[in-house]
């Protein structure tokens, strides 16, 4: 004997909806910074999507700086001002120029120390946005931030002391970012912000060894795992082992290396349905 089916009628729940103080939270409709023909067909992504949090992690000079370049030169086109955290001390003004980069019209903070400074200028940034003091829509390039300590890692470091450092910067990296700068990120996503704040962390990587005999190594981000967690999409560039290869070409019999062949792996996508 079948048995049967449970039928509800919801009735009243419009009318608890109506008494209680109900929260609709309307988003902006997705926009993205436009990005190169080759970055689109590897990635299946249209671009850069605004008013998220990005990782861009990878092992050194396998092109993670290029892309935030690419994207800050692409955002200029679209009014939205480009803000860099520079940490990353062999950052090249000259190729971000080359590459369509006017620093003129964007906001760099260069020779950042810690951490905790870094995350204080995102902070004022976002701040001038919400009260109107920068009418613009913002793009933030932090390179990189795992090169950076935390001030009590470089107080360690000052004074000679070792040890504990990199896991008290992965706290600090918990609780300014994680819980703090990732959110109010997201926020201007909300149609009721202004404005709307993007971030890319460019972030160095190292090979850790398998975890059990006979597994494949792997490569993890500086930092801890908080900015993984925090980002909506994660990129890493170059191999887990091995790095990039150069392109060269041959003139008069010398040969020149003229740019870099790289992997690019979508490993994390919050936004869209595709990765590859």
């Keep these: 004997k079948e048995k049967p089916v449970l039928s509800k009628k919801f009735g009243k729940l419009s009318e608890y909806k109506a008494k209680i103080n109900f929260k609709d939270v309307k988003y902006k409709p997705q926009e993205w910074i436009n990005m190169s023909p080759a970055f689109k067909e590897v990635t299946k992504l249209p671009g850069i999507p605004t008013g998220h949090i990005i990782m861009n992690y990878g ?10 370049l690419e994207a800050a030169a692409n955002a200029q086109k679209l009014g939205i001002i480009p803000v860099f955290i520079i940490t990353e001390n062999k950052f090249s003004f000259e190729r971000g120029e080359k590459m369509g980069v006017n ?17 204080k200028y995102v902070k004022e940034t976002l701040d001038a946005q919400e009260s109107g003091d920068l009418p613009y829509d913002v793009l ?19 004074e000679g002391e070792s040890g504990g450092g990199m896991m008290v910067t992965a706290r600090v990296i918990r609780e300014e970012i994680t ?27 190292y ?20 900015i993984y967690y925090v980002a909506t999409l994660v990129f890493r560039t170059g191999g887990i082992v091995g790095r990039s290869s150069k392109v060269t070409a041959t003139k008069n019999g010398d040969e020149f290396g003229f740019a870099l062949k790289t992997d690019l ?5 919050h936004i869209t349905n595709v990765s590859t």
Aim: glycine share 12%.
């Design 59 to 68: 092992k050194s000079d396998t092109g993670k700086s290029t892309m935030g």
């Design 103 to 119: 620093f003129e019209d964007a906001i760099v903070h260069n020779g950042v120390a810690t951490i905790e400074e870094g995350c």
């Design 140 to 158: 933030f390039i932090w390179d990189s931030i795992g090169g950076t300590p935390s001030e009590k890692e470089l107080g360690k470091k000052e």
């Design 179 to 205: 819980r703090y700068l990732g959110p109010r990120v997201n926020a201007t996503r909300n149609d009721s912000f202004p404005y709307t704040s993007t971030i890319i962390f460019i972030n160095h990587a």
């Design 207 to 226: 090979t850790a060894p398998p975890s059990m005999p006979g597994a494949p190594p792997s490569l993890v981000p500086y930092g801890g795992d908080g």
């Design 265 to 269: 792996i979508v490993q994390k996508n």
